[in-house]
């Protein structure tokens, strides 16, 4: 996903969404670093609208920077 990537894409990232293990804000450095962190709470509480996966998991939000090396393990953790 993309910080800031604009309404007009909603009902396609809604469905995207809804099937998603784990969504990754990327481009998390510069200027950008607090969009990208915006757009991660954002999704996370947007999650928590959708009914539980049947396996009982829950979809992770995560932030990474590859320019930076940041968020990179947490993401292959995940």
């Not at 804000?25 to 609208?49: P, V």
């Not at 539980?52 to 995940?78: D, F, H, R, Y």
Request: net charge negative.
């Amino acid at each position: 996903m993309l910080a800031g990537a604009g309404d007009e894409l909603q009902g396609i990232k809604r469905g995207i969404t809804e099937l998603a293990d784990a969504l990754v804000i990327t481009k998390s450095d510069g200027n950008n670093k607090h969009k990208a962190q915006d757009a991660a709470l954002k999704y996370e509480r947007a999650l928590k609208l959708f009914n539980p996966m049947e396996n009982g998991w829950v979809p992770k939000v995560s932030i990474c920077s590859a320019l930076n090396n940041q968020g990179i393990e947490e993401i292959l953790a995940t």
